[in-house]
């Protein structure tokens, strides 16, 4: 199924910026009409970047000592409004691009977290086989039987095998095979 692999959070990203482009249209809009926001929050951006845009101008083509006029107060409320809504724009997509590296990094750390419990488990379960090992070897050796009744024991069948291939021979004539 599709849903599964499709990230809700994008989706939610992608919406609240489509809700920021009216969101800035609105507040162009309220500039347009406010005489307060065209004043104090239009008018001062519009001017310091026709300032900017105008001075970087007139010294790439040379003229280092013009003095740059001020825009008009409609053709600046209109240059403010547009910065306006693009900063809001700008702003609403920067924070996504925030909020989407935070949840990717706590992803990333839930991940590591769960390799180094994974890890850890691997290691204490590697540990508990190594003294099992151990105490499996010393059962071995425990009950391993000596190494003289081992030689004892190969004699032994050495000579039974030999009177398995001289069925010929009595049995008086065998030595008796002693038990011990």
């Not at 249209?25 to 105008?54: D, G």
């Not at 750390?109 to 540990?127: I, Y």
């Not at 009177?163 to 002693?178: D, K, M």
Request: hydrophobic share 45%; glycine share 6%.
């Amino acid at each position: 199924m599709v849903v599964g692999a499709f990230p809700m959070a994008k989706l939610l990203y992608l919406g609240i910026r489509q809700v920021s482009k009216p969101l800035a249209n609105r507040i162009k809009e309220a500039a347009r009409r406010s005489e307060f926001f065209k004043t104090y929050i239009c008018l001062p951006p519009a001017q310091l970047y026709h300032w900017v845009e105008m001075r970087t101008k007139m010294r790439i083509m040379g003229f280092r000592g013009t003095v740059i006029k001020p825009l008009n107060e409609e053709a600046a409320a209109e240059l403010g409004a547009e910065l306006l809504g693009e900063a809001t724009i700008f702003i609403v997509g920067g924070g996504c691009l925030v909020l989407e590296y935070w949840r990717h990094q706590a992803q990333q750390r839930h991940k590591e977290e769960e390799q180094r419990a994974a890890w850890n488990a691997l290691r204490d379960e590697v540990g508990n086989l190594a003294l099992a090992l151990e105490a499996l070897q010393a059962q071995v050796q425990a009950a391993a039987p000596p190494q003289g009744a081992l030689e004892e024991l190969r004699a032994e069948l050495q000579e039974v095998r030999t009177q398995l291939c001289n069925p010929g021979q009595s049995a008086s004539q065998a030595e008796p095979v002693s038990k011990k």
